[in-house]
């Protein structure tokens, strides 16, 4: 492995949404820096099974309904 070429790998801190916070290893930012997540798995419906919506704007999901509908059928 070549040396001076790879980003500084050292411990950063991670505090998720509902204030928990744990370390982790990163080339993010400095040693002990700090990161505060917006989305996280505790509350995103990716992981926590929460409904999806689709947001209808000016008709385009719509459209594609009506464009695709019965295909595969």
Do not use: N
């Not at 998720?16 to 370390?23: E, I, L, P």
């Not at 926590?48 to 999901?61: P, S």
């Amino acid at each position: 492995m070549k040396q001076d070429i790879h980003p500084d790998y050292h411990f950063i801190e991670v505090v998720m949404t509902d204030g928990s916070k744990f370390k982790t290893r990163s080339t993010y930012g400095k040693e002990g820096d700090q990161i505060s997540l917006d989305i996280d798995p505790r509350t995103h419906p990716a992981w926590t099974g929460g409904t999806q919506t689709l947001v209808d704007r000016a008709g385009r999901v719509s459209r594609f309904k009506d464009k695709f509908k019965g295909f595969g059928v």
